[in-house]
């Protein structure tokens, strides 16, 4: 007699082997898919060329406001790791909203980018817990490395596309690294992982 018990709906996933830290994840895009490499913008977060991004760019609004085109192309990985390591919640000279930050988490999910998230980070650092505080720091470690990885891998790009590159690009980065690797600094000696932060409501 045949058994009219069904068996799993799904067979479960094979575990897939961690990626080494600080390597670029790249979202499967097909050529056609790839809008963002005909692009002539630089982030205006890193100064790196968005033509040049293994992955789609984020688009962040100039102001929060509802129009279409108020948005630039930006380095969404880039600026995630920098809010995570310089714990300031700002973008394009403006505070950051809860919209940006759930758009920024969607984004990062999407393109498969790393377990960094800005909202889960608030959380934790809402939460006066000794394990939380470790948690955030933690994260706030694997930013920081990740963060110097993704400099270093951009100033190689910079350097193979240097025909395709404008040369305004290159003084960007620069000091955009400099700036960087100060706030770095600083991120080791202030953890404010109980420090309130306010994050403008839209």
């Known amino acids: 007699r ?16 961690e990626r080494p830290a600080g390597q670029l994840a ?8 790839r809008w963002w490499t005909t692009s002539r913008e630089m982030c205006p977060v890193c100064g790196f060329p968005v033509s040049l991004l293994p992955y789609p760019p984020f688009k962040l609004q100039i102001q929060p406001s509802g129009l279409r085109d108020n948005f630039r ?5 880039f600026l995630v790791l920098q809010v995570l390591v310089e714990w300031k919640f700002e973008a394009l000279d403006r505070p ?4 940006d930050i759930y758009r920024l ?11 960094f998230r800005v909202e889960w980070a608030l959380r934790m650092a ?7 505080s470790a948690e955030l720091a933690q994260l706030r470690d694997r930013a920081s490395q990740r963060l110097q990885h993704l400099r270093k891998v951009q100033q190689q790009r910079l350097k193979q596309n240097a025909p395709l590159v404008p040369l305004a690009c290159e003084p960007v980065a620069q000091a955009s690294d400099s700036r960087a690797a100060a706030t770095t600094g600083r991120h080791n000696a202030q ?3 109980h420090q309130r932060v ?3 409501s839209d």
């Open 96 to 99: 950051m909203t809860q919209t």
């Open 2 to 17: 045949t058994s009219s018990r069904k068996g799993p709906p799904h067979a479960p996933r094979p575990l897939q082997p």
């Open 126 to 132: 809402a939460d006066s817990s000794p394990e939380a």
């Open 26 to 33: 790249v979202a499967p895009q097909g050529g056609a898919n």
């Open 198 to 200: 306010r994050v403008h």
């Open 73 to 77: 192309l930006v380095d969404g990985l």
């Open 105 to 115: 988490d969607s984004y990062m999910k999407k393109c498969k980018l790393g377990p």
């Open 191 to 193: 953890r404010p992982c």
